[in-house]
């Protein structure tokens, strides 16, 4: 390879997201303030932005489970996923992976997929290897 | 042979952006699009290839 970048995915695009939720039995809830998650901090406090969001994600067929909400990052580039883990969310670790691997690898194969088409690359393969990466190779 | 882009996404959703065939620094261009849609580039490497100049040919 003649130049390799790492990147550290930042997500800001909510139709990829919308896309890779599906793809995991979750829901993109755009617009809704609050996600649900126990409600109390330890120690009785919690924070008055808890629970607070631009959007939401909700577990499909399961009222109980914990929703992930996406709250603008500080500098305002894209959203920052947060979640209350607590007994593995009532069922929304199961289907996020932990800290939201799963989400996040699919939501960045749905946008390098994307990019890479309006760069003119079109996809001629994607695999799923055996340490659970996914590899795609586009060319032009 | 085609320019080629290799994205490799890992189950924690870090990611590589991987450019080959492309002699000289434009390859970055191919990948700027790529990286700048996934995120925020933390790393970037440069190899063997990347440093050789592009083939340019002069005309009269």
Not at chain 1, 13 to 18: A, N, P, Q, R, V
Not at chain 1, 123 to 130: A, L
């Amino acid at each position: 390879m003649s130049h390799i970048a790492t990147i550290e995915i930042i997500v800001k695009d909510l139709d990829s997201l919308e896309l890779a939720c599906a793809e995991l039995g979750l829901e993109l809830m755009r617009n809704q303030r609050t996600y649900k998650w126990y409600g109390r901090a330890v120690g009785g406090t919690a924070d008055a932005s808890d629970g607070l969001c631009e959007h939401a994600i909700r577990v499909k067929g399961n009222d109980r489970a914990y929703e992930i909400g996406l709250v603008r990052k500080a500098d305002g580039l894209g959203y920052e996923l947060r979640w209350d883990d607590y007994n593995s969310g009532y069922g929304l670790v199961e289907k996020v992976g932990a800290k939201a691997g799963k989400l996040i690898q699919g939501y960045a194969v749905e946008v390098a997929v994307r990019a890479a088409k309006r760069a003119g690359f079109r996809v001629v393969k994607k695999v799923t290897r055996t340490d659970g990466s996914v590899a795609i190779t586009t060319q032009r | 042979m085609p320019d080629t882009v290799t994205i490799i996404v890992n189950p924690d959703g870090s990611t590589e952006v991987g450019v080959e065939c492309i002699k000289g620094t434009a390859c970055k261009d191919a990948t700027k699009e790529i990286e700048r849609a996934l995120g925020r580039t933390v790393k970037d490497s440069p190899t063997k290839e990347m440093q050789e100049k592009p083939h340019v040919k002069h005309s009269r």
